[in-house]
C-alpha cells in the first residue's frame, strides 16, 4: 500500500485478523474477540471515513479492489450477452458492452472495465478506451434505441487513452459523435459513476436523464494529477488541487452535475461488493421505474434541459 492510502492501514490490519479469527474451530472461544474487533473496525471506520480529504477520496474510487462493470453485471443482471467489435476496426476490451435482464427487464448495458491483476490491466489498457471503444459503445446504443431497451451505463475510467493511434483513429470524434447521439437517444438512459469519471472519456458514457454517483465516487473534467501538472507544474500539489476542483459526489450533487448519491458500505463497495452492488442496482431500478412513466419527447426535453442547465456563467 502507498504511502498516500495510508490511512486505510488500520481498517486493513483489522480486517485482517477478524478473518483469521473466523478461520478457527468453532467453539474455541474466539467469538467474543471477533465480535469485540468488529465493534472496533465499525467504530474506526465511522472515524476515518468521516473525515476524508477530496484527495483520499479519490484514492478511495481508485482503489482496485472496487467493483467494476462486470462485477455488477455479474450481481444484478441476467442472461448477460456481450457483444464485441465496433464494426470498423477492432474492438476495445476497456469498454464492455452487451444486452441483458435487469430486474425483470431487457436493458442495454454499457460501461469502462479496468481489469484487475497485470496481465488483464494491460489488455484493458487501464481502462482508458480507444475510439474504437467509444465506436462499439455507439453501436450498443443504437440497437439498444432500435429494440426500445434502457440504457445503463457504468463510469470507471482515469479518461481516454491519449496515445498516437488513438488520435489517429478519431479520439475526439468519437467521443464527441457518442455526446450527440446520447443526447437525442429515444429510450431513457441511467448513467452510474462507480470510480473515478475522467474527463471526455467518462462524458462519452455520461450524457443520461439521470446521473448517479457512488458515495465515494469522484467526476471531473480533469484527474488531479492532471491540474497540479498544468496549474502549478509539480504533480505533488495534487491534493491540493483535488480540493480545488471539487471533485466528490457531495461537490457534484450541490454543484448539480449529478442527480443523487447512491450510499456505499462502511469503509467503501470494496469492502462488500456484493452490498455495494444491491444498492446500486435498488438505485437504478427506482430511477428506471421513473423515467419509463415518460412520453419519449418529454424524456428528451428534459435531458436536454438538464444539460443546457449545467454550470453558471455571466454576461453583459
Same mark, same amino acid.
Given at each position: 500500500?502507498?504511502?498516500?492510502?495510508?490511512?486505510?492501514?488500520?481498517?486493513?490490519?483489522?480486517?485482517?485478523?477478524?478473518?483469521?479469527?473466523?478461520?478457527?474451530?468453532?467453539?474455541?472461544?474466539?467469538?467474543?474477540?471477533?465480535?469485540?474487533?468488529?465493534?472496533?473496525?465499525?467504530?474506526? *471506520?465511522?472515524? /476515518?471515513?468521516?473525515?476524508?480529504?477530496?484527495?483520499?477520496?479519490?484514492?478511495?474510487?481508485?482503489?482496485?479492489?472496487?467493483?467494476? #462493470?462486470?462485477?455488477? &453485471?455479474?450481481?444484478? #443482471?441476467?442472461?448477460?450477452?456481450?457483444?464485441?467489435?465496433?464494426?470498423?476496426?477492432?474492438? %476495445?476490451? @476497456?469498454?464492455?458492452?452487451?444486452?441483458?435482464?435487469?430486474?425483470? $427487464?431487457?436493458?442495454?448495458?454499457?460501461?469502462?472495465?479496468?481489469?484487475?491483476?497485470?496481465?488483464?490491466?494491460?489488455?484493458?489498457?487501464?481502462?482508458?478506451?480507444?475510439?474504437?471503444?467509444?465506436?462499439?459503445?455507439? $453501436?450498443?446504443?443504437?440497437? @439498444?434505441?432500435?429494440?426500445?431497451?434502457?440504457?445503463?451505463?457504468? /463510469?470507471? *475510467?482515469?479518461?481516454?487513452?491519449?496515445?498516437? %493511434?488513438?488520435?489517429?483513429?478519431?479520439? @475526439?470524434? @468519437?467521443?464527441?459523435?457518442?455526446?450527440?447521439?446520447?443526447?437525442?437517444?429515444?429510450?431513457?438512459?441511467?448513467? *452510474?459513476?462507480?470510480?473515478?469519471?475522467?474527463?471526455?472519456?467518462?462524458?462519452?458514457?455520461?450524457?443520461?436523464?439521470?446521473?448517479?454517483?457512488?458515495?465515494?465516487?469522484?467526476?471531473?473534467?480533469?484527474?488531479?494529477?492532471?491540474?497540479?501538472?498544468?496549474?502549478? !507544474?509539480?504533480?505533488? !500539489? !495534487?491534493?491540493?488541487?483535488?480540493?480545488?476542483?471539487? &471533485?466528490?459526489?457531495?461537490?457534484?450533487?450541490?454543484?448539480?452535475?449529478?442527480?443523487?448519491?447512491?450510499?456505499?458500505?462502511?469503509?467503501?463497495?470494496? #469492502?462488500?461488493?456484493?452490498?455495494?452492488?444491491?444498492?446500486?442496482? %435498488?438505485?437504478?431500478?427506482?430511477?428506471?421505474?421513473? =423515467?419509463?412513466?415518460?412520453?419519449?419527447?418529454?424524456? =428528451?426535453?428534459?435531458?436536454?434541459?438538464?444539460?443546457?442547465?449545467?454550470? &453558471?456563467?455571466?454576461?453583459?
Amino acid at each position: 500500500m502507498s504511502s498516500e492510502s495510508a490511512f486505510e492501514e488500520p481498517l486493513i490490519e483489522l480486517r485482517r485478523r477478524i478473518e483469521e479469527l473466523e478461520g478457527y474451530p468453532e467453539g474455541s472461544g474466539h467469538e467474543r474477540e471477533i465480535a469485540g474487533l468488529r465493534r472496533q473496525l465499525a467504530e474506526r *471506520t465511522g472515524e /476515518i471515513y468521516g473525515s476524508l480529504t477530496r484527495w483520499q477520496k479519490t484514492l478511495v474510487a481508485r482503489n482496485s479492489e472496487r467493483p467494476y #462493470t462486470l462485477d455488477y &453485471v455479474e450481481a444484478l #443482471t441476467e442472461d448477460w450477452i456481450e457483444l464485441h467489435g465496433d464494426r470498423a476496426f477492432a474492438d %476495445d476490451a @476497456a469498454i464492455v458492452a452487451g444486452l441483458a435482464r435487469f430486474r425483470g $427487464r431487457s436493458v442495454a448495458v454499457i460501461g469502462h472495465q479496468k481489469g484487475r491483476g497485470t496481465k488483464e490491466r494491460i489488455a484493458r489498457n487501464f481502462g482508458q478506451p480507444r475510439p474504437e471503444g467509444y465506436r462499439k459503445a455507439l $453501436r450498443i446504443l443504437r440497437l @439498444a434505441e432500435r429494440f426500445g431497451l434502457p440504457v445503463l451505463t457504468f /463510469i470507471d *475510467t482515469p479518461g481516454a487513452y491519449p496515445g498516437i %493511434d488513438a488520435e489517429e483513429r478519431g479520439q @475526439a470524434e @468519437a467521443i464527441a459523435r457518442n455526446l450527440i447521439e446520447m443526447s437525442g437517444l429515444r429510450v431513457p438512459i441511467v448513467v *452510474t459513476v462507480t470510480g473515478e469519471g475522467g474527463s471526455g472519456g467518462a462524458l462519452a458514457l455520461g450524457v443520461g436523464d439521470r446521473v448517479l454517483i457512488l458515495e465515494y465516487g469522484v467526476y471531473s473534467v480533469i484527474s488531479p494529477e492532471g491540474c497540479a501538472a498544468i496549474l502549478w !507544474k509539480d504533480q505533488e !500539489k !495534487k491534493a491540493q488541487a483535488a480540493e480545488a476542483m471539487k &471533485v466528490t459526489a457531495l461537490d457534484l450533487i450541490e454543484l448539480g452535475v449529478v442527480d443523487e448519491i447512491v450510499p456505499e458500505p462502511p469503509g467503501g463497495a470494496h #469492502t462488500d461488493p456484493r452490498e455495494a452492488a444491491r444498492l446500486v442496482g %435498488d438505485a437504478i431500478e427506482r430511477v428506471l421505474v421513473e =423515467l419509463e412513466k415518460l412520453p419519449i419527447d418529454r424524456l =428528451l426535453a428534459e435531458r436536454y434541459a438538464r444539460f443546457r442547465s449545467l454550470g &453558471v456563467f455571466e454576461g453583459s
